[in-house]
């Protein structure tokens, strides 16, 4: 589960936003999957999101350092 996560924020470091389809792709889950992953990350406070409709975009919360 760790390296999954790793990897969704790997993909929005930098302030980089994504929305949902383009991480599950990037991580090679479903996005059903994905936005699973994603809500776990953000109870931990490590990604915020946002919706433009259709789409919800996620991208890394402030002032979240990098941890393992």
């Known amino acids: ?5 790793r990897k969704i924020l ?7 936003e994504m929305f949902t389809a ?3 792709k990037g991580v090679g889950l ?3 999957t994905t936005s699973k992953y994603l ?3 953000k109870a931990e406070h490590k990604v915020t999101d ?3 409709t259709p ?7 402030r002032g979240n350092a ?3």
């Open 39 to 41: 809500q776990i990350l």
């Open 30 to 32: 479903s996005s059903a």
């Open 22 to 24: 383009e991480i599950a």
């Open 50 to 52: 946002y919706h433009r």
């Open 55 to 61: 789409y919800v975009y996620w991208k890394k919360a």
């Open 1 to 5: 589960m760790q390296e999954k996560k």
């Open 66 to 68: 990098r941890r393992r």
């Open 10 to 16: 790997d993909l929005l470091r930098d302030g980089h």
